[in-house]
């Protein structure tokens, strides 16, 4: 579809925009500069950021009902009290993997973490895959879902949290994938290739899931977002003004507005910076008749 507008609503110029989470408690977007350790959030009432440096990257976070953040950071999973402006230790996972960071997370409809783990610098198809998926349960404690993760990445699931997503978006590998997903134990299992990625623009990076069951993939590289059906087929394509958009959400007060991150100037094709000077900026759009759902809380 390229009629869709899509509006710079945030020149933010991050290095590394991701992990958009839309908060319905609180109507603001919140977002990540990963690489500057950067979390934001996002008012579209008044265009405001705010933005929280801690000083390490961000790989990705998770809200909690008090609007308290748990945060994927390079030494483990943290809590960070808004309000305090405190930050507490939950677990130091991955601590000891100086080379890791993590990348990519979502929360399933009993307040588990998902949140996966890739190589700092990338990886490289000779390497090893030094990526895992883990899950910081509501009590706290972490479980090792599944590794064997290069740059893990898309991770959502369906409206009904009968089907789980998770992507890799290694370019020698650029697919996606659905497993059976167990709400009670939170296990994964039948796996398969729910779609690959070789034959279209763009590598899958963040995703979502709207309210039709549909998932949403930012096409790094691509410069576009595909909307994908439960049968794995595109209905939807949708142009952006950026190369490498990285993360998609659902908000606004109807939750009919899509938010998407990218990667900034440092980052992109050598010699398409006039193509898109809003590189790294924070996007807005509509789709008539689309809307997302709401996304959940850890705990």
Do not use: H
Request: some cysteine; overall charge negative; aromatic content about 12%.
């Amino acid at each position: 579809m390229n009629n869709i507008k899509v509006d710079c609503v945030l020149d933010a110029k991050a290095n590394l925009g991701e992990g958009a989470i839309w908060s319905v408690k609180d109507q603001m977007l919140y977002w990540v500069d990963i690489n500057e350790g950067l979390l934001c959030k996002y008012n579209p009432d008044n265009g405001k950021n705010i933005a929280i440096d801690f000083k390490k990257p961000i790989g990705c976070f998770a809200l909690k009902n008090n609007l308290n953040v748990i945060l994927a950071l390079t030494d483990g999973f943290f809590e960070f009290d808004q309000i305090k402006k405190t930050k507490t230790l939950i677990d130091n996972t991955e601590s000891d993997i100086l080379e890791n960071r993590f990348n990519d997370g979502t929360v399933d409809i009993n307040g588990r973490f998902y949140a996966g783990t890739m190589a700092i610098n990338g990886s490289n198809i000779s390497e090893n895959a030094k990526g895992s998926l883990y899950c910081l349960e509501p009590s706290g404690k972490v479980n090792k879902t599944m590794g064997g993760f290069y740059t893990i990445n898309g991770l959502a699931f369906s409206p009904d949290y009968k089907t789980a997503y998770v992507s890799d978006s290694a370019y020698w590998i650029r697919t996606i994938w659905a497993y059976d997903y167990d709400l009670i134990d939170g296990v994964w299992s039948n796996k398969r290739t729910f779609f690959n990625t070789k034959n279209v623009a763009g590598r899958p990076d963040g995703g979502c899931i709207d309210s039709d069951g549909c998932y949403w993939m930012a096409g790094v590289s691509g410069w576009q977002l595909l909307r994908i059906t439960p049968q794995g087929k595109v209905d939807m394509t949708i142009k952006m003004p950026v190369e490498k958009p990285t993360k998609i959400a659902f908000g606004g007060s109807k939750l009919d507005t899509i938010y998407v991150t990218s990667i900034g100037q440092d980052n992109i094709t050598e010699g398409t910076a006039k193509q898109q000077p809003n590189a790294g900026g924070l996007f807005a759009l509509c789709v008539p008749g689309v809307k997302g759902i709401e996304f959940p809380c850890y705990g």
